[in-house]
């Protein structure tokens, strides 16, 4: 190759790689001009709402929750507030070590570390918990001197859940917790994940949970402009948060209050219900719990000890608890056969102490001679019932007590009801897997009648039918809550209640039920409990099985063990001429109705319709059930007795320059008590 080709052939390699170099500036110009019009154009508004967030934070406000008042306005949960000690463990290097050295600071136990590892297992990564709460003036100012030191912890003002009645009512109102991972998938489930971005608790049982949506409120947004160090400049605009409503409770927590202290260290129930409208007047179940144990997560020591008693104070035992009616439910029988034809009241039946069927004798205490209706509901003939429970038959028996409300649910606004039994043909038949138990043979209607055998309701059960006897056969849905106090308009406003279901039972078919009962409390059975009581009322004793004794064995309370001992009940409704209140009560193991339960049936009676609270010395009689008659020592005043608590002053009764009383409508009681503080 000459010099001349060569020098071309070398200019032409050169060219080509110019070409390919440029090419190949020209196609990563191209890329980088693509990839900025794809940032800048394409992802524009994505980018600019991504700097803008970086600029701007958007704050939850946690609403203000509502609080819950009985009917006359004395608080039964309320707010708070104070400052707490928080930590980010994420935020965290060495978490030991800092809580150590803030122990040197604050006062920190080990009660606190222990709830503090509780709530970190059950919360999120990047969740804030607390420490310590309810810090000092004192020890805030020291920890703020040297927040420095602890990257992660900040002091924090917080609204805390206070139950200031304590353990009064505690089944009815229920308590708040920290929001877990259950709770997070409900508020999924009902879309609310907004309405909670922020908030830490959630009610969790009683009216706090039952009502959480009129109780939470609506949460509020803060717009904020940082700096580029994540510091607050200023607001750029704001949703305020709406604050929950007041839920006013139908309860009346004096008479609750009453109640619980006069059942002692004893176990039990007890139901009250206006037999007019369903409202709830008390509900007892003892023994009971504080539920302010519970607001910022319960220690270990406290929740084994609530958890593991024997007596099992956290079980709503008037709710959940189901029970054989024993002997109230007689009056239930008789009604169901004279609506059903089954018998005339003025049938004669002998009660000669004993009733045979198929060689079996069925026991009946002692002889009572001939009795008709209204006389084996006020003497309690057992022979009596067998032989109409066995002339009916369980099925015509399970038709008539469902509508009243036996084995069903009452619908009450509170959650976790039981639905207890009522026993039928195809109830054993699902029931029992053994083939040799299915078929229902005569001998388990026998019992049935007498409010024994399969049949267990709750005392709400019990209650709501006793209240519905009482107003002559019209059935209300009980219920708690009477209305709530509209936190923007400050307006009270009810609770809509379905309407009343007319059984359609006769009036001269009520009135011999009446006669009987009334019967009960003037020569029966009560009449010592009842007597010179300022008013007429019908009532029932009732002694229930709590463990199986054979018919041919004698019943001895002192042979058996504590809790194997019978339960003691007393249904009972007043004034007969126009009913205002039914009340059935069971004190657990007590053994005759007349002795344990009837005396605290008088004392609710004689608190709502004649204003009476008993003396102190009264209290104790019951208590230690040695109440064998009339109340003794003088009665005070329902209004002299002063609750320890606030009133919420809405619910006061206003002087309203002579004008009608807004509250009137709300009020089937004993005028609401003075405050003695501010709430």
């Known amino acids: ?19 390919v170099i440029a090419l190949a500036v020209a196609l990563c110009l191209s890329l980088l001009g693509i990839r900025a019009y794809y940032l800048q154009v394409i992802r524009h508004d994505d980018f600019m709402q991504r700097a803008e967030s970086n600029r701007t934070a958007v704050v939850p406000i946690i609403p203000y929750r509502g609080n819950i008042v009985d009917r006359n306005g004395v608080l039964l949960a309320s707010n708070y507030s104070a400052y707490t000690l928080e930590i980010w463990p994420s935020r965290v290097r060495n978490l030991e070590n800092t809580i150590n050295e803030l122990a040197k600071i604050v006062d920190i136990q080990p009660i606190h570390r222990r709830r503090f590892d509780r709530l970190r297992s059950e919360a999120g990564p990047y969740d804030s918990l607390p420490i310590r709460t309810q810090l000092t003036d004192e020890e805030v100012a020291r920890f703020t001197s040297q927040s420095y030191r602890f990257p992660g912890v900040q002091i924090a003002a917080r609204l805390f859940r206070s139950y200031p009645m304590g353990t009064t009512a505690s089944h009815i109102v229920g308590y708040i917790g920290r929001i877990n991972q259950r709770d997070e998938e409900r508020i999924e489930e009902r879309g609310e994940e907004a309405n909670y971005r922020g908030s830490t608790h959630i009610g969790k049982t009683g009216i706090e949970d039952r009502y959480e949506s009129e109780l939470h409120g609506i949460t509020g947004v803060e717009e904020l402009e940082k700096s580029s160090a994540g510091r607050p400049i200023r607001v750029m605009d704001t949703s305020p948060a709406r604050s929950g409503n007041t839920v006013v409770l139908s309860l009346d927590v004096k008479l609750q209050k009453l109640v619980e202290e006069l059942y002692g260290n004893r176990r039990g129930a007890l139901v009250a219900i206006d037999p007019n409208n369903g409202e709830i007047l008390a509900m007892v179940s003892m023994p009971t719990y504080d539920p302010n144990l519970f607001v910022e997560g319960i220690d270990h020591e406290n929740w084994q000890a609530l958890n593991e008693s024997i007596d099992r104070p956290l079980f709503n035992r008037a709710l959940r608890g189901t029970y054989p009616p024993g002997s109230t439910y007689k ?54 019932f067998y032989s109409l429970a066995y002339e009916m038959g369980v099925d015509k028996i399970h038709d008539f007590m469902a509508p009243l409300g036996f084995g069903q649910l009452t619908g009450i606004d509170l959650n976790g009801e039981g639905r207890g039994i009522l026993p039928s043909r195809e109830w054993k038949r699902n029931t029992f897997s053994d083939p040799r138990r299915k078929t229902w043979i005569p001998g388990d209607t026998v019992s049935l009648g007498i409010g024994q055998g399969y049949n267990s309701f709750t005392m709400l059960q019990l209650t709501h039918a006793m209240a519905t006897l009482a107003n002559g056969g019209t059935s209300y849905t009980p219920h708690l809550a009477k209305g709530r106090l509209d936190s923007m308009r400050n307006e009270l406003l009810g609770f809509p209640q379905p309407a009343g279901v007319n059984l359609g039972f006769r009036k001269e078919n009520i009135q011999v039920i009446f006669d009987g009962m009334e019967g009960v409390t003037i020569r029966g059975t009560s009449r010592r409990i009842f007597a010179n009581a300022p008013y007429r009322s019908a009532g029932k004793t009732g002694t229930a099985q709590a463990a199986t004794v054979g018919q041919r064995e004698r019943y001895n309370a002192a042979k058996l063990a504590e809790h194997q001992r019978d339960h003691s009940l007393y249904a009972a409704f007043a004034p007969i001429e126009n009913p205002q209140i039914a009340v059935v009560a069971i004190v657990e193991n007590a053994g005759f109705g007349a002795a344990a339960a009837a005396p605290i049936v008088r004392r609710v009676m004689d608190y709502w319709l004649a204003g009476q609270y008993p003396s102190p010395e009264d209290i104790a009689a019951v208590q230690n059930g040695n109440a ?28 309203n320059n002579g004008q009608a009383n807004p509250l009137e409508p709300w009020e089937h009681g004993p005028p609401p008590p003075q405050p003695t503080s501010a709430p």
């Open 1 to 19: 190759m000459t010099d001349f080709e060569e020098v071309k052939h070398g200019a032409n390699r050169f060219t080509t790689r110019v070409w």
């Open 628 to 655: 064998s008659g009339p109340p003794i020592g003088t009665p005070r005043r329902v209004e002299d007795v002063v609750l320890p608590s606030a009133v919420l002053p809405f619910l006061q009764r206003p002087q």
């Open 331 to 384: 009056p239930f029988m008789a009604l169901a056969a004279l609506e059903t034809g089954a018998r005339s009241p003025n049938m004669v039946v002998q009660d000669s102490g004993t009733w045979t069927l198929a060689g079996h004798n069925y026991r009946s205490g002692h002889a009572l001679g001939p009795v008709d209706m209204r006389r084996s509901i006020e003497r309690s003939s057992n022979v009596y």
